[in-house]
């Protein structure tokens, strides 16, 4: 084999080149976030009224967060099969969509419809799923990191995918639906074969802190450029050549990471007989040592024994601390003092399968903490607009624009923080999660007030706190309950979101909103004159006007947001001594 060759082979089993690729992917695969884009093609093209489109809505926000059966696959089948089926799924639904919207095939029910957009939204989770379970198991030391970078790519496809389709410039509009069925089966299908978990030494390197620091930098320059090309579309009118030339810059920057794998693979000096040696013993004694941790004898009278303060100290203490408790019940068990039996079950820190993770009192603490927290953020998501509505606001989809960046800094930034505190102080990883939890709550709660700017502070705050949520998580359930079936566990979790804002929004935020838009209406008409001859909301749909609308909404979820941080402040408590074993330090 010639050098180049060498190289060539390098660069395609490089675990680098396999997160980029995997951005690529996620940068391509937030399809869910175009239907407030697709809707109104659907609406105008089926004569669908607004109760009809929030049935597709439903149908795309289920197909977007049903992901147990991906997760499952992921077990059993290679990541290129599991992309693959999202491509199948995402290209036939849409697929079907674009031929009912446009005529080439007769008009269908409404329920098929709502299958195919499921079916294509549901896609979605294929390549998440091949995409996350990828990079944390070729990252096992940097998962915080590499899942906020992850979960940030996907949540800017949206405004990504927008832009590219203003440079098409396509005359029907119709053409955005066939963009989303083709566009991404294009981008993952030339992947798929490249994002899968790639072998050799996969313990943190010199190099990794650079790459990382230069991804960092192309994340906050993306996002910088996608709020530019925002406020530019908004106040200046663009012609179609600057549309093109900023498009392009866009793709530019998206593709920029690349050079991290090429300077590692094709810029570094080859490696000596020497170092291969030393990276190969490096390699046998991680191997033989996870060997040994696998197959070490746990006593359940060892849990029973140890005193609460062993786990408090410092880890070489530790150890021998537990050494010594085990040497004492050899002694005893082989006098007939004790009777020997094994632990049922994997430890928190081990892999657990997802039944097994379901009988763990961490998991459904982080899953409520979750349901709480992350559905009262995207119920203020789903709300914006309406919100700004009634504050006055003209030009509501800039505040969706920017809360959309700001979730996509919050997935970055919450992975980066995360990381910092589990690896200098050795603290659990769900102590990030409560501390943006106390933000959520604090500004859902300075909008309830009625404080100056409360659309602003609120709109920063839940987007950073609802797109951290989402790189904290998915890292946090790795690390308490292994890599074996992480697919299967990140994917309940994603559950949680949808579940809360079903409650959230659909009963108490629209409850609200239509009770203090038919006050207003029954105000209006007492004040006009006019009898009140029928209940106001057959009549028709009233609108509300004024902070009263949405204050007490967010009163609420301000308090559900501070049950949450309780909930996960129990969580760092069980999980102090996990975390400590596995950074090699005593928390503080």
Known sequence: MTRFQKRFMDFFNNRWLVFVASMWVQSSAGIGYLFGSISPVI????????????????????G????????????????????FIGVVQNFVGYGLVWLIVTGRLPTLPLWVLCISIFMGTNGETYFNTGALVS??????????PVVGILKGFAGLSGAILTQIYAMINASNQASLILMVAVGPSIVVIFLMFI?????????????????????????????????????????VDLSQTIITILTVLLIVIVLLPIVIPVILVFRSEPRTPTEESLLLETQTQESSKFEQDRNEVIFSEVEDEKPAEVDLLPASERLKRIAHLQAQLFQAAAEGAVRVKRKKGPRRGEDF???????????WLIFFSLVLASGSGLTV????????????????????SM?????????????????VIIRNYAYPRPVAMAIVQVFMAFGLFFYAMDWPGAIYVMTVLIGLGYGA??????????????????????????????????IFSGVIASGIYDYEAEKQASLKQRLSGQAVTKPLMEDKAFSCSGIICYSLTCGILSGLCAIAVALSTIVVYRTKSVYAQLYGKSPV
């Open 403 to 419: 809360i959309s960046i700001w979730n996509f800094l919050g997935r970055v930034g919450g992975g980066y923080f995360s990381e």
């Open 353 to 363: 399968t997802l039944m097994q993770a379901l009988v763990k009192a961490d998991f």
């Open 381 to 400: 998501i789903d709300n914006l607009g309406q919100m700004c509505q009634s504050l006055g606001y003209e030009n509501t989809h800039i505040f969706v």
């Open 64 to 83: 977007d967060s049903i992901g147990l059966i991906a997760g499952s696959l992921c077990e059993v089948l290679p990541i290129w099969a599991i992309l």
């Open 43 to 62: 609406k105008s093209a089926m004569g669908y009224n607004q109760r009809q489109i929030a049935i597709l809505g439903v149908a795309k926000d289920l």
């Open 469 to 502: 949520h989402w790189a904290i998580v998915p890292a946090a359930a790795s690390e308490l309950f292994g890599l074996k079936s992480f697919g299967a566990l990140y994917n309940f979790l994603t559950l949680a979101s949808p579940v809360g804002s079903l």
């Open 135 to 144: 990079c944390v198991q070729n990252f096992p030391k940097s998962r915080g």
């Open 195 to 235: 994002v899968r978990p790639v072998g050799g030494h996969r313990q943190a390197k010199p190099s990794d802190n650079s790459s990382f620091l230069f991804t960092y930098g192309v994340c906050l320059i993306l996002a910088a450029y996608l709020l530019t090309i925002l406020l530019l579309d908004d106040f």
